[in-house]
Structures are given as C-alpha cells and as structure tokens.
C-alpha cells in the first residue's frame, strides 16, 4: 500500500486512508489525553476496529459514547444483560454482540482490579518513546506494550492483544516517531511566537532532545 504525505512531506500512518482519518490524525491522534474514560474509549474503540477500517468505527464514534455511558468505566461495570441487548439493539452502532459484551466486561475488569490505565501507561512509558524515523513507519507491536498487553490480560481483560496495546500507546504519544518530535518542536516554536504555551518537551534517548 502506497503510503501517504501531506503537502509538508510529514508521511503517514497506513490506516490514514481518507478525510475522516486524516482529521482524527491532525487533531487528535497521539494526543489522547492520559486519562482514564478518554483511554478506555480508545481502547474500546479498538476493540470495534479489529476487521474493519478505522474510518468506519470513527463513523460510529458519536454513537458509542451515547450507547457506552460515555465510556465511563465505573457505570459499564454495572451493566447487565438488559444493557447489552440494548446496545445491540440500537441501528446507530455496531452491533457486534462479541465486540460489546467485550467492552462492557473489560470495563468490570477494571474496577475489579482497581486498574488505573494512566498510572499502567505512565509507569511504562514516563517520558514518550522514540522508536523510528516517521509516523508511516511505526510498529505494530513494541516490548513495553506486550508487557501492557500480558497485564491487561492477567487482570481478566479480553482482546487486549500486543498490536491493540501498541496502538494505544502511539494513541497516547508515549510511542512515537522524529518525524512527530519534529512537528511537535515546531508547533511550540509557533505557539511561543503568538504568547502560547509550548507542547510538553519529549525527552529523546541519547541526548536527541
């Protein structure tokens, strides 16, 4: 698959296909927020993802968040079988019986455990991890995320495999590429011109920084 470039050269990620994912890539993608609803509902997003394009679950993104109480871990804990068949139930989602019941039980498994995702990512991942040269050449699994993986799945959590738990990471920017430091640096460098607050610094192994 040819992969694609902006009009900056900045090449991108294989899953950025159209305009949909080119939007969630700009403004959101590695910016995800280090807490835990907003890293839950990537990873239940995943989890929906798993045989079908990223566009199409961000085409449902809206619908989910209605559906999964907001991707409040804490309220999907507390579902039953009436909430599931309702989810299933509604036209406006994806109405994958395995998929759902895996985000609601995930959800259990992490109030069971008392798992706080940002303090596991955090612990892995204190400053972010430089792995490659450009976005399009990141990989779909890492040693620190299989590690995640294996937690996820000691605590009872299902289809946590090693390339949801890497997408999760690059997600989050604690995995990222030179090409995101180089745009990360110049963003704050505009930022600090108008009166703005710069981008956190990314510490870079060996002194790249």
């Not at 609803?37 to 995943?46: A, D, G, K, R, T």
């Not at 989890?47 to 085409?59: A, K, N, R």
Request: some cysteine.
């Amino acid at each position: 698959m040819k992969t694609l470039e902006t009009q900056d050269s900045v090449r991108l990620p294989p899953w950025v296909r159209d305009d949909t994912t080119q939007t969630y890539y700009h403004e959101e993608w590695s910016c995800v927020p280090l807490q835990q609803s907003q890293i839950f509902e990537h990873m239940c997003l995943f989890i929906f993802q798993q045989g079908l394009q990223w566009s199409t679950v961000l085409s449902f993104r809206l619908a989910f968040t209605k559906v999964f109480a907001g991707f409040d871990p804490k309220k999907l804990a507390q579902w039953g079988d009436a909430d599931t068949d309702k989810v299933l139930g509604n036209s406006s989602t994806i109405r994958n019986r395995a998929k759902i019941e895996a985000c609601i039980h995930n959800a259990a498994m992490l109030v069971e455990h008392s798992v706080h995702l940002p303090s596991e990512l955090l612990a892995r991942f204190p400053d972010p991890l430089v792995v490659c040269e450009d976005d399009a050449s990141l990989p779909k699994t890492h040693i620190l995320t299989d590690e995640f993986s294996d937690f996820l799945k000691d605590c009872g959590l299902q289809r946590m495999s090693p390339v949801l738990t890497c997408s999760l990471a690059q997600a989050c920017g604690l995995l990222i590429s030179q090409q995101h430091v180089r745009t990360r640096t110049s963003q704050g460098e505009n930022l600090l011109k108008h009166g703005m607050p710069a981008p956190h610094k990314i510490n870079i192994p060996g002194g790249q920084g």
